[in-house]
């Protein structure tokens, strides 16, 4: 599977805790991408950054609404934090 250039990069999945936003931080993970897990419902999230490190991937929780500017400053922070730098 070809990794269309994801490999190492950063990327905040927004609405990622569950449905098609859960599967696209796991598409972008198996690609060799870093995902911040986010959604409102900390289980949820938490869940699913448990997956993704379970089955070797590197993922980091941010719950917080995007629908806020404190809210998404928070999740481009967890991104910075932790990786040093966002990219998608």
Do not use: Q
């Amino acid at each position: 599977m070809s990794d269309f250039g994801l490999r190492g990069k950063v990327a905040i999945v927004t609405g990622s805790s569950k449905g098609a936003g859960a599967g696209i931080a796991k598409g972008l993970v198996e690609r060799g991408a870093k995902v911040i897990i986010n959604g409102t419902i900390e289980r949820d999230v938490l869940s699913v950054v448990k997956e993704i490190r379970a089955a070797g991937g590197e993922a980091v929780p941010a719950v917080a609404s995007v629908a806020t500017m404190s809210g998404a400053k928070e999740i481009i922070g967890t991104a910075l934090d932790r990786f040093g730098r966002l990219d998608i």
